[in-house]
């Protein structure tokens, strides 16, 4: 029996217009498993990745997975739609990465950010959840690896609690790359609301507080908005449900 030439079916899915024939790539670091200060088993925020995924993927972006330390990353627990807690069960895109074994694969074995040369990839996205809160803050090749792109004039975004790497972060002139940008981040209100639904402090510090210590102009959107906002090459997104928008500002940095 005749079989069907796949190579030459017209593709069916989504076609979008792209301005180059080369596809871009894109590197999303996420964290590597930790343990907060509550005791709690903590990592990267689902959405923070999935829904950046999804954007990037969509537009035709290649996505590279890495974290700091490379090997297993996993979500915080509460931000699985499966979680008991049903905390984030309304995040349908999530529900669908989890639910896709070739997608939950490339969480198994990330590769480590020193492995990694930033010459391969067009742009950088960092993500947040609760454990760059124990984990990104000064953490040296985090710091090289956005250092890197960002002056190599890349598009440069750091999301939520992800903004924590950006703390210490200073580029090669010893200034604080965040020094005089507006940005945003996980708000202080918003850590006031997770406070109060846990009846104790979640995080030891806020990012709100730091990057205007380091002097940031930060701006954020409301409680719990989706909000983004672009200075320049350097692109920041207020918590998990800006994500979406930072992968478009890092879309249009890129002219895909």
């Given at each position: 029996m005749a079989t069907e030439d796949t190579a030459a079916t017209p593709e069916h899915r989504v076609q979008v217009d792209l301005v180059s024939s080369t596809p871009k790539n894109v590197l999303i670091v996420v964290s590597n498993p930790a343990t907060s200060t509550l005791g709690w088993p903590v990592g990267f925020?689902?959405?923070?990745?999935?829904?950046?995924?999804?954007?990037?993927?969509?537009?035709?972006?290649?996505?590279?997975?890495?974290?700091?330390?490379?090997?297993?990353?996993?979500?915080?627990?509460?931000?699985?739609?499966?979680?008991?807690?049903?905390?984030?069960?309304?995040?349908?895109?999530?529900?669908?990465?989890?639910h896709t074994p070739e997608l939950m694969a490339l969480l198994e074995n990330t590769p480590a950010l020193a492995d990694l040369a930033p010459d391969d990839y067009d742009?950088?996205?960092?993500?947040?959840?609760?454990?760059?809160?124990?984990?990104?803050?000064?953490?040296?090749?985090?710091?090289?690896?956005?250092?890197?792109?960002?002056?190599?004039?890349?598009?440069?975004?750091?999301?939520?609690?992800?903004?924590?790497?950006?703390?210490?972060?200073?580029?090669?002139?010893?200034?604080?790359?965040?020094?005089?940008?507006?940005?945003?981040?996980?708000?202080?209100?918003?850590?006031?609301?997770?406070?109060?639904?846990?009846?104790?402090?979640?995080?030891?510090?806020?990012?709100?507080?730091?990057?205007?210590?380091?002097?940031?102009n930060y701006i954020q959107g409301g409680l719990f908005k989706a909000f983004a906002v672009r200075d320049g090459r350097l692109i920041t997104g207020q918590q998990q449900y800006s994500a979406r928008k930072v992968a478009q500002l890092v879309i249009e940095a890129l002219g895909v």
């Open positions: 925020w689902g959405a923070e990745l999935t829904h950046p995924y999804y954007e990037l993927t969509e537009r035709g972006v290649k996505v590279t997975i890495a974290s700091p330390a490379g090997g297993k990353v996993e979500m915080d627990p509460i931000s699985d739609p499966r979680d008991p807690s049903k905390w984030s069960a309304d995040d349908l895109i999530t529900l669908g990465f989890v742009a950088i996205m960092v993500a947040g959840g609760l454990g760059p809160m124990f984990t990104f803050r000064g953490h040296p090749e985090l710091e090289d690896t956005i250092r890197s792109f960002y002056e190599s004039e890349k598009p440069t975004a750091v999301y939520c609690h992800g903004t924590a790497a950006l703390v210490d972060l200073r580029l090669s002139d010893g200034s604080y790359l965040v020094e005089g940008k507006t940005v945003t981040g996980f708000a202080n209100i918003e850590e006031a609301f997770n406070d109060a639904a846990v009846g104790q402090q979640v995080t030891p510090w806020r990012v709100e507080d730091e990057l205007r210590e380091r002097g940031a």
